[in-house]
């Protein structure tokens, strides 16, 4: 595959014991045609073949139906330029990457590699963030942050277990997963099974003008919230002043970069016909101009924030000041 053709890269994240592996192993096998390279690391709760771990830091083996699964004991840079060097010589054929977190691990800086290494950028496109929660044991695992922040990165949430919870337990989580991550649709996946239409091709990094499949914009619970992470939508009709958006930006990065885990926005900017598309990880933020707005279409710009502690009343001032 040359660097015309970068390979989709999906991270798949989530609680430990949600079903991760069961979900590779079903990624792994199914018959859908597709040659899907998936990095394991070894530290998760379950590996997939854990007795075919040998001494060697990565550990490449091609399945009968095409697919390659490669356990890493190294760094994630070391095993995606690995992979690339046997896919180059035709040692290995594969045309889309899954990366497995580790059930308490941090996806940033697994997403970050693809935005700050210049020759893995062209080679691979960060295609989307995949979080599994397990419904049975939620509660349990939201109560850490950094499962929290696992679902605030994700592009789709994948729940597990709902066979063992109630429907009022479900809707409750399923309205405070909405409250942590406005973005991501939330769906069911049964004992791994799930289409891969939902898993693959999410494009939840691609600068265009879709907000997110499950974007809500429906009033959520004002009730205390219990988590850390939460998200905010703002919306304006009024054209936005491009240098005030540039400066609103610039000083929310500097003050709460590190906090801000995803943000995007599609933008109506005065004298503009275009949309300005803008989104981000953490300090990693990147924008252009999209397609043009259609005749009579309602102009309007639309931001979401998810954010560790987000600091509502300062994003709201801001952007206040910019439609003032």
């Not at 791994?192 to 974007?215: K, Q």
């Not at 054209?239 to 933008?267: N, T």
């Not at 954010?307 to 009343?313: F, T």
Request: charged fraction near 25%; glycine fraction near 8%.
């Amino acid at each position: 595959m040359s660097a015309l053709n970068p390979i989709p890269v999906t991270i798949l994240s989530g609680f430990l014991g949600a079903g991760k592996t069961t979900l590779l192993r079903y990624l792994l096998k199914a018959e859908h045609g597709l040659k899907i390279a998936v990095i394991e690391n070894e530290f998760s709760d379950a590996g997939i073949d854990t007795q075919l771990l040998g001494d060697e830091p990565v550990q490449v083996m091609t399945l009968a139906n095409g697919c390659v699964c490669c356990t890493i004991h190294t760094d994630l840079t070391k095993a995606l330029y690995l992979l690339l060097e046997r896919l180059d010589s035709g040692a290995i054929a594969f045309d889309r990457l899954v990366i497995e977190c580790t059930g308490l691990a941090d996806p940033a800086p697994v997403a970050q590699t693809f935005f700050i290494d210049e020759e893995l950028r062209e080679r691979y496109i960060l295609d989307g963030i995949i979080t599994l929660v397990d419904a049975a044991h939620a509660d349990t695992h939201l109560s850490q942050t950094i499962a929290q922040a696992q679902v605030g990165f994700a592009d789709r949430l994948l729940v597990s277990k709902t066979d063992l919870v109630d429907t009022t337990t479900f809707d409750a989580l399923s309205e405070r997963l909405t409250r942590i991550n406005r973005r991501a649709p939330i769906r069911v996946v049964d004992h791994g099974r799930i289409d891969l239409a939902e898993l693959l091709d999410v494009r939840g990094f691609n600068l265009n003008d879709d907000l997110g499949g499950g974007l809500s914009l429906r009033p959520v619970s004002k009730a205390p919230s219990l988590d850390r992470i939460s998200s905010l939508v703002l919306r304006t009709d009024q054209p936005l002043d491009i240098d005030k958006l540039s400066e609103f930006m610039k000083e929310l990065l500097e003050a709460h970069g590190k906090q801000l885990l995803r943000y995007k926005g599609v933008l109506n900017i005065a004298g503009e016909p275009r949309r300005l598309v803008f989104q981000g990880v953490l300090k990693l933020y990147g924008f252009d101009w999209d397609t043009e707005w259609a005749e009579g279409e309602a102009r309007e710009s639309v931001m979401v924030f998810i954010a560790d502690e987000l600091p509502e009343e300062k994003i709201r001032a801001g952007f206040n000041g910019m439609i003032g």
